[in-house]
Every structure is written in structure tokens, then in C-alpha cells.
């Protein structure tokens, strides 16, 4: 995420408050499916929602139609570059990426394509809930299709990953066997995160206890809006693990390494630290501030910056 998220059944959708395409229904269904960008409006906070199934398909018809053709090359073409130029987002090679299953990908993007309203209006009741409870800028989603050889977000993100880089732009990947609860709850977690970066910058993800803590904002935040909805990265550590996670957190709270970073999410066995500890700990320590301070808004703790959110809770011994 820089460091971020990674990172869906409560609909309060209020009749009226929405400005839609500029398409009418009569329209969208002479013509089929649309891959134009889809627009909204909720409280005066504008959202858009921009696709590039049609380019992963021009990408996936140059490759079937000759495969001696560079992948990567013709992928930056078709479709990085376009993106590029849509939005303002840096970093994408680690997310966005050309598959060596082609096929795969272009049936994927074919039934992702032949759903996308459904799949929009999915986007639209998240974005539109969240911002019931804490209000933004005005907010672009880009959507793109899962790569068909991201096992891990097929199998162990329920076939959803969203990725956030500023106040105002939120990368979201779907595959055609997501999960409709876990595309609401990540489009809750990531609206969380531009909000985030719009009160605390850049610093909001600076070092590991920055990134922690913001994870945690948002889990807790996404957890509010739905509060059915249980994902495996905020289920409680074990005594023995949370022992662990704090005091390697303790530790390295001020780093800004990689390899650091990349522990507390991925894992690392020989520190007995497990998968998703960034996140996991980041949302116990958020519980804890929010039990503390009951009366502290939405808005209030979404604004405070990673120490005085854990000087708030239970563990704020972390920070001597």
C-alpha cells in the first residue's frame, strides 16, 4: 500500500440521494453492459467509478491473436498506460500485472464485464454507507479484474484486493467469485484509508507503527459499517501471539524497512510472528481506544495520529 491496505450488509440507501450516469435505464439496457465511467453523488461528495475491463480485453485479444508479442510490453501499453493517464496513481507493477493465463483472464474480465452493474451498484451501497458516517473528498474507484494467478486473493481474500495511495483514488480488484460481503466491507476499509490520508498525509503510513495503526483505523471503521461481516485478519491474536506481535512492534514502531513491514503482514515464522499481525494488532489496539473513549466520534479518532491513538488505549505501553 505504500504500506496499505490491503486491503463489504446493512443497505441504507436513501432514495434520492444519488446522481447517476449520465445513461438512462432505457439506455443502458438497448445497449448492454457499459463500460463507460459510472458516476454518483451522496451528500454532496462525488464518487466515480472507472473500469478497464475494455482494455484487459484489448490486452487479452492482442496476446490469443499472436503470442510471440511481448506480455509485458503489450500489457503496459494496453493497459497501464491508459490507467496512467485516467489517474494519478504511482506503483501499480505490484498489483497490476500481465498474466501468463490469458484466457483465464479474458473469461474472467468477460463475466466480470456481463455483471458490472450489479457490481457497481455493490461499490455504490459501500461508498454510499461509509460516507453516511464519516464524509470525504470525492473519490475515484478504478476496477480492474484479479490477475487469474493471484491465488492468494482468489482463495484467502474471497476474490477481492483493494489498495489506496491518496485522499482521493482507491485501486479495487475483483475476481468473478468475490464475495459481495467482502467487496462492500474492503470498499468501507479502503474509503477509510482516503479519509485518513486526507487529515494525516503521507505520515499516516510513514513507519510501522503509522501503518499498523492505520490499518487498524480502518478495520474498525469497516467493522461499524458492517457489523455482520468478520474477516480472518481482525480475529483476535492468541495470548501467546499478541505477546509476540506487541513486542516486536515495541520494537520496531519508528522503522521505515521493507523487510519489516513485510513481516508484519506476511508473517515470519522464525519470529513466530503470523500472517496479517499489522492489521490484526492495528484493530485490537483501536478496539481498545475506542472502549476507552466511547464518547470520541468517528471523525475524532479517524483525525488522531498513531501515538495518541494508542497513548488512548490499553496498550499503550508499547510506546515506552
Known amino acids: 500500500m505504500k504500506q496499505l491496505a490491503v486491503l463489504s450488509i446493512l443497505l441504507i440507501v436513501c432514495t434520492g440521494c444519488f446522481v447517476d450516469n449520465e445513461l438512462t435505464q432505457e439506455e443502458d439496457k438497448k445497449n448492454g453492459p457499459s463500460n463507460t465511467t459510472y458516476q454518483f453523488s451522496h451528500d454532496g461528495q462525488d464518487f466515480e467509478l472507472v473500469s478497464f475491463y475494455e482494455e484487459v480485453l484489448e490486452y487479452t485479444g492482442s496476446m490469443k491473436a499472436n503470442a510471440k508479442l511481448d506480455n509485458k510490453e503489450i500489457y503496459a501499453e494496453k493497459v497501464l498506460e491508459p490507467f496512467k493517464e485516467k489517474s494519478s496513481f504511482d506503483f501499480t507493477n505490484n498489483y497490476l500485472t500481465p498474466t501468463s493465463d490469458v484466457e483465464q483472464l479474458e473469461e474472467n474480465t468477460n463475466k466480470l464485464l456481463e455483471n458490472q452493474e450489479k457490481i457497481n451498484e455493490q461499490i455504490k451501497a459501500a461508498l454510499s454507507e461509509s460516507a453516511e458516517l464519516l464524509s470525504g473528498t470525492d473519490t475515484t474507484v478504478y476496477v480492474f479484474p484479479v490477475n487469474p494467478e493471484d491465488w492468494f486473493t482468489i482463495d484467502n481474500l474471497e476474490g ?139 471523525p475524532d479518532w479517524t483525525k488522531l495520529d498513531a501515538k495518541e491513538l494508542v497513548k488512548g488505549s490499553k496498550y499503550n505501553e508499547i510506546l515506552k
Not at 520496531?252 to 503482514?265: K, V, W
Open 160 to 298: 477481492v484486493l483493494g489498495v489506496t495511495y491518496s485522499e482521493d483514488d482507491i485501486l479495487l480488484m475483483v475476481n468473478p467469485s468475490y464475495s459481495e460481503e467482502t467487496l462492500k466491507y474492503t470498499v468501507a476499509h479502503e474509503y477509510h484509508h482516503t479519509v485518513n490520508f486526507f487529515h494525516n498525509g503521507v505520515q499516516s503510513v510513514y513507519n510501522v507503527l503509522d501503518s499498523v495503526i492505520t490499518e487498524g483505523k480502518a478495520d474498525s471503521f469497516a467493522s461499524i459499517v458492517y457489523p455482520k461481516i468478520n474477516m480472518p485478519w481482525t480475529k483476535p491474536l492468541s495470548d501467546d501471539a499478541e505477546a509476540v506481535v506487541l513486542k516486536e512492534l515495541s520494537t520496531h514502531a519508528e522503522s521505515t524497512g521493507q523487510n519489516i513491514h513485510n513481516d508484519f503482514s506476511h508473517g515470519n515464522p522464525a519470529k513466530d510472528l503470523p500472517r496479517w499481525s499489522n492489521y490484526k494488532i492495528g484493530y485490537q489496539i483501536t478496539q481498545s481506544y475506542i472502549e476507552n473513549n466511547p464518547n470520541t466520534t468517528i
